[in-house]
């Protein structure tokens, strides 16, 4: 079932990249595949996945070892301070920096591992309590801060939009994450690179793509839907 749900979804980008006149090659499918286990992930990568994004530390520690080691790892959910240590080297790119303290930390990390790490801002376009992110008016300085940073490198920006029946509630927020992410290119800060556009899911990832997204990440869309009582949630 994975491998039919993973064609659809890149059939979907497929026809949704042509209808909008942007290159297939311009869009990355992380497939998100947090409480799932070892065997769907297996699977995803048996039909091509390479990009695979989860949300907790622990979990995502314990299903590398047990993958290849061509897989590009993406922490997509809230990180605290005291888990850096545990991720960076391990994980291709983190989507879900909120704060100068969490890219401090993980500059320290890199700089002490001699690494460098490729991040996301996470932004809270729609200004929602519940939600962690940066709000738009603070994003641009809070780039210009983390550039300056050793062994981190901003490479874009991230969102998670709000839960909605209807995507097209969403084409707003992604329409002002794209331009957000062009007014921050246009100042030209040093060590900030505005080429990530991480934002649409299953429910909305079409909507994304059409307002500029290069990473789409889609969990339910490719697994199947995600059961929290099952043992593989820590
Ligand atoms: C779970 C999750 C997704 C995937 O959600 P689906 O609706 O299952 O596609 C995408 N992004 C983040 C940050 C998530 O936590």
Not at 98 to 108: M, P
Not at 131 to 139: F, H, L, N, R
Not at 168 to 187: A, G, H, P, T, W
Request: glycine content about 6%; hydrophobic content about 40%; aromatic content about 6%.
């Amino acid at each position: 079932m994975i491998k039919e749900n993973l064609n659809a979804v890149k059939r979907t980008i497929e026809s949704c990249c042509k209808r909008t006149g942007r290159r297939h090659s311009e869009v990355t499918l992380i497939a998100v595949s947090k409480t799932k286990p070892i065997a769907d992930l297996q699977e995803a990568y048996e039909a091509g996945v390479r990009d695979f994004g989860e949300n907790k530390v622990q979990e995502l520690l314990g299903k590398i070892p047990q993958l290849p080691s061509d897989i590009r790892w993406h922490m997509i959910g809230h990180l605290q301070r005291n888990k850096v240590k545990y991720i960076v080297g391990h994980v291709s790119m983190i989507h879900s920096v909120d704060s100068l303290r969490l890219a401090e930390e993980i500059s320290r990390e890199a700089v002490k591992q001699k690494t460098e790490v490729d991040i996301l801002l996470e932004v809270n376009v729609a200004g929602e309590e519940s939600k962690y992110g940066i709000a738009v008016s603070e994003t641009a300085e809070l780039a210009e801060r983390i550039a300056l940073l050793p062994g981190i490198h901003i490479k874009g920006l991230m969102t998670i939009a709000p839960f909605t029946a209807d995507p097209e509630d969403n084409r707003i927020f992604f329409c002002k994450l794209k331009q957000l992410s062009v007014d921050i290119q246009k100042k030209n800060i040093d060590n900030v690179n505005m080429s990530v556009l991480s934002m649409g899911m299953t429910g909305d990832y079409t909507v994304a793509i059409e307002e500029g997204a290069t990473c789409v990440r889609v969990g339910t869309g490719i697994f199947g839907e995600r059961y929290y009582d099952s043992p593989v949630e820590p």
